[in-house]
């Protein structure tokens, strides 16, 4: 993906020697079938080669991949949840403490926001 990101559409050929490791040309073309089944890659026809390019912007598959770790935790059992809620405010506050404020910050909005739903 990161190889698309970085140069647009390409071919299996275009994304072999851009790899930084050996791999088979079926290996690459194989991968790249499979991320365009699952709605990751688009792809055309040129020629006698598919030319692949990526659906979504890297920030945007970011987002999403984040979303979906998160709401997997969330959808787990209550250990699990406080664990990952546990590790993240942790984890935060060891890096950057303007960004544990700036998390405290959106909880206090979400928390009135939701209040104000709440409310008939």
Not at 42 to 70: H, I, T
Not at 111 to 119: A, F, H, N, P, V
């Amino acid at each position: 993906m990161g190889i698309l990101w970085a140069s647009g559409e390409c071919s299996v050929r275009d994304v072999v020697p851009r790899l930084n490791r050996p791999l088979a040309y079926t290996t690459v073309m194989t991968t790249l079938d499979r991320l365009y089944k699952k709605g990751l890659l688009e792809r055309r026809k040129s020629e006698r080669a598919f030319l692949y390019s990526p659906c979504l912007a890297r920030s945007d598959w970011e987002r999403q991949w984040a979303g979906d770790v998160v709401q997997g935790f969330l959808r787990a059992a209550s250990p699990a949840r406080e664990s990952l809620l546990s590790f993240l405010i942790e984890a935060v506050g060891r890096q950057d403490e303007t960004l544990l404020e700036d998390l405290e910050r959106k909880i206090r909005l979400k928390r009135k926001e939701l209040l104000r739903r709440s409310q008939p």
